[in-house]
């Protein structure tokens, strides 16, 4: 059983950035993920970073976004520079572990034009 915490969520302008973190509530051994959904629409996937710490990234985050984790923290953090209208969305953390998905409460990112 894990609890997952996101954090760091607010109201910025374009261009702007923002640091999320998600906390787990014991040691994470596995890869975990960062997802978002917007309103009305899919939940989709932003990026996944393994336990070793090697990061990939959806396309249409690549480049501005970077996944990192702090495994002695037991943190995942997710950097998103150069903020877009169309990243407004809840920001979720993922684990999935023995075929099940763990998810945070989300935090809001909302980034106004």
């Known amino acids: 059983q894990v609890q997952l915490v996101e954090s760091g969520g607010g109201l910025v302008q374009a261009g702007g950035s923002l640091r999320l973190s998600c906390v787990a509530s014991?040691?994470?051994?596995?890869?975990m993920a960062w997802y978002r959904q917007a309103p009305g629409k899919q939940r989709e996937w932003v990026a996944t970073i393994t336990a070793s710490g090697i990061a990939n990234y959806a396309d249409s985050v690549k480049g501005r976004f970077t996944v990192a984790r702090d495994n002695a923290k037991n943190t995942m953090y997710l950097q998103m520079n150069s903020l877009k209208p169309e990243d407004t969305a809840v920001y979720y953390c993922n684990l999935n572990w023995a075929a099940y998905d763990y998810w945070g409460q989300g935090t809001q990112v909302t980034v106004s034009s």
């Open positions: 014991r040691s994470i051994f596995r890869a």
